[in-house]
């Protein structure tokens, strides 16, 4: 009786270790999973147009996936905004101060154009910082 009881209890821990390797393993993934595929959340790098603006200006996401954007600001306070009556409601990050990131989800559901810009004057050429959004 004491050699099956301490037999199980080694087969018990043994057990237990290789149920906590495979959850080393696969715990990373599934928080990959839920938390949605990198492949959706695109960053884009906001500086003043004079030191280049956005540094991604042309952009194809697919219709109807959600879209994560990551906005960093380099060298001041940008923000990325996009009025288009085909979407819900208007996206705006608000206020991105220098070496911050501001993120905002879309779901462009219809096919198009769209133009996304910085809502915070910024330089001179504030106006002239924006990028196309393409869904396919
Ligand atoms: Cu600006």
């Given amino acids: 009786m004491v050699k099956t009881s301490s037999k199980l209890r080694w087969e018990v ?3 237990v270790l290789v149920l906590l390797t495979l959850a080393m393993f696969l715990v990373p993934r599934l ?4 938390m949605g595929n990198d492949t959706n ?18 952009i194809e ?21 996009i009025n288009d009556d085909r ?11 220098t070496g911050e990131h501001g993120t905002v989800e879309v ?21 002239a910082m924006t990028g196309k959004i393409t869904v396919l």
């Fill in 41 to 58: 959340t695109i960053l884009i790098r906001a500086s003043i147009k004079e030191a280049g603006g956005f540094d991604k200006r042309s």
């Fill in 31 to 34: 928080d990959g999973m839920v």
């Fill in 13 to 15: 821990i043994a057990g």
């Fill in 87 to 97: 979407l819900e409601s208007d996206v705006d990050t608000g206020p991105i101060h």
């Fill in 61 to 81: 996401v697919n219709a109807g996936e959600k879209i994560t954007f990551d906005i960093y600001s380099m060298d001041m306070t940008h923000s990325f905004i």
């Fill in 107 to 127: 779901v462009f559901d219809e096919p198009g154009e769209y133009i996304f810009r910085c809502g915070v004057y910024c330089s001179d050429l504030h106006g």
